[in-house]
Protein backbone atom coordinates (compact mmCIF):
# COMPACT_ATOMS: atom_id res chain seq x y z
CA UNK A 1 0.00 0.00 0.00
CA UNK A 2 1.40 3.71 -0.84
CA UNK A 3 0.44 6.57 1.66
CA UNK A 4 0.08 9.88 0.06
CA UNK A 5 -0.37 13.28 2.20
CA UNK A 6 -0.61 16.80 0.36
CA UNK A 7 -0.10 20.17 1.73
CA UNK A 8 0.36 23.75 0.38
CA UNK A 9 -3.05 24.32 -0.96
CA UNK A 10 -4.89 27.43 0.04
CA UNK A 11 -6.89 31.16 -1.11
CA UNK A 12 -4.81 32.89 -3.51
CA UNK A 13 -5.49 35.66 -6.08
CA UNK A 14 -5.75 35.71 -9.76
CA UNK A 15 -2.35 35.44 -10.98
CA UNK A 16 -0.77 34.19 -7.81
CA UNK A 17 1.11 31.51 -7.26
CA UNK A 18 0.97 28.19 -4.62
CA UNK A 19 3.03 25.13 -4.76
CA UNK A 20 1.81 22.01 -3.70
CA UNK A 21 3.79 18.85 -1.86
CA UNK A 22 2.71 15.58 -1.82
CA UNK A 23 5.01 13.19 0.15
CA UNK A 24 4.57 9.53 -0.38
CA UNK A 25 5.24 6.89 1.90
CA UNK A 26 4.64 2.74 2.66
CA UNK A 27 4.88 0.64 -0.58
CA UNK A 28 6.78 2.86 -2.48
CA UNK A 29 9.61 0.93 -4.59
CA UNK A 30 7.76 0.63 -7.28
CA UNK A 31 5.52 3.58 -8.30
CA UNK A 32 6.26 4.42 -12.00
CA UNK A 33 4.37 7.52 -12.15
CA UNK A 34 3.03 10.30 -9.53
CA UNK A 35 1.00 12.91 -10.90
CA UNK A 36 -1.73 15.78 -9.75
CA UNK A 37 -5.47 15.64 -11.02
CA UNK A 38 -8.04 18.30 -9.95
CA UNK A 39 -11.34 18.15 -9.99
CA UNK A 40 -14.01 21.22 -9.63
CA UNK A 41 -17.33 21.30 -8.64
CA UNK A 42 -19.89 19.51 -10.89
CA UNK A 43 -17.18 18.04 -12.91
CA UNK A 44 -15.12 15.49 -13.82
CA UNK A 45 -11.49 14.68 -11.85
CA UNK A 46 -9.32 15.48 -15.05
CA UNK A 47 -4.98 15.37 -15.13
CA UNK A 48 -3.34 18.55 -14.52
CA UNK A 49 0.11 16.91 -14.65
CA UNK A 50 2.26 13.74 -14.41
CA UNK A 51 5.84 12.78 -14.17
CA UNK A 52 7.71 9.11 -14.48
CA UNK A 53 10.53 8.03 -12.50
CA UNK A 54 12.54 8.96 -15.31
CA UNK A 55 11.33 12.47 -15.14
CA UNK A 56 9.10 12.71 -17.99
CA UNK A 57 6.26 15.09 -17.84
CA UNK A 58 2.92 15.62 -19.18
CA UNK A 59 0.36 18.48 -18.94
CA UNK A 60 -2.40 19.23 -19.99
CA UNK A 61 -3.36 21.97 -22.06
CA UNK A 62 -4.62 24.20 -19.89
CA UNK A 63 -1.79 24.63 -17.71
CA UNK A 64 1.02 24.42 -19.83
CA UNK A 65 3.11 26.97 -19.58
CA UNK A 66 1.94 28.19 -16.10
CA UNK A 67 2.25 24.43 -13.67
CA UNK A 68 5.33 22.66 -13.23
CA UNK A 69 5.71 19.43 -12.01
CA UNK A 70 8.87 18.16 -10.08
CA UNK A 71 10.22 14.75 -8.41
CA UNK A 72 12.26 14.15 -5.60
CA UNK A 73 13.04 10.33 -5.82
CA UNK A 74 14.95 10.94 -2.38
CA UNK A 75 12.38 12.18 -0.69
CA UNK A 76 9.71 10.48 -2.22
CA UNK A 77 8.00 13.74 -2.61
CA UNK A 78 6.13 15.29 -5.92
CA UNK A 79 5.92 19.07 -6.36
CA UNK A 80 3.30 21.02 -8.23
CA UNK A 81 4.41 24.79 -9.33
CA UNK A 82 1.52 26.73 -10.37
CA UNK A 83 2.13 30.13 -11.70
CA UNK A 84 -0.18 32.83 -13.25
CA UNK A 85 -3.38 31.36 -11.41
CA UNK A 86 -6.90 31.71 -12.82
CA UNK A 87 -9.92 31.62 -11.50
CA UNK A 88 -11.11 28.66 -13.68
CA UNK A 89 -8.14 26.31 -11.40
CA UNK A 90 -10.07 26.68 -8.48
CA UNK A 91 -10.92 23.02 -7.63
CA UNK A 92 -9.33 20.27 -5.00
CA UNK A 93 -6.50 18.73 -6.14
CA UNK A 94 -5.49 15.28 -5.65
CA UNK A 95 -2.08 13.81 -5.73
CA UNK A 96 -1.98 10.28 -7.20
CA UNK A 97 1.17 7.10 -7.89
CA UNK A 98 0.46 4.46 -10.13
CA UNK A 99 2.12 1.09 -10.06
CA UNK A 100 2.31 -0.68 -13.09
CA UNK A 101 3.23 -4.16 -11.89
CA UNK A 102 2.88 -6.12 -9.32
CA UNK A 103 0.68 -7.32 -6.68
CA UNK A 104 -0.54 -4.33 -5.19
CA UNK A 105 -0.25 -2.52 -8.99
CA UNK A 106 -2.82 0.26 -9.49
CA UNK A 107 -3.94 4.16 -8.57
CA UNK A 108 -3.20 5.44 -5.55
CA UNK A 109 -4.77 9.15 -4.20
CA UNK A 110 -4.33 11.75 -1.82
CA UNK A 111 -7.07 12.95 0.21
CA UNK A 112 -7.21 16.34 -1.55
CA UNK A 113 -6.39 19.89 -0.92
CA UNK A 114 -8.23 22.97 -2.01
CA UNK A 115 -7.36 25.51 -4.04
CA UNK A 116 -9.25 28.68 -4.81
CA UNK A 117 -8.19 31.14 -6.66
CA UNK A 118 -9.82 34.87 -6.65
CA UNK A 119 -10.30 37.26 -9.19
Known amino acids: QVQLVESGGGLVQAGGSLRLSCAAS????????MGWYRQAPGKQRELVAV???????NYADSVKGRFTISRDNDKNTVYLQMNSLKPEDTAVYFC?????????????WGQGTQVTVSS
Open 51 to 57: ITKGGIT
Open 26 to 33: GSIFSINV
Open 96 to 108: NARKLVGRDAGDY
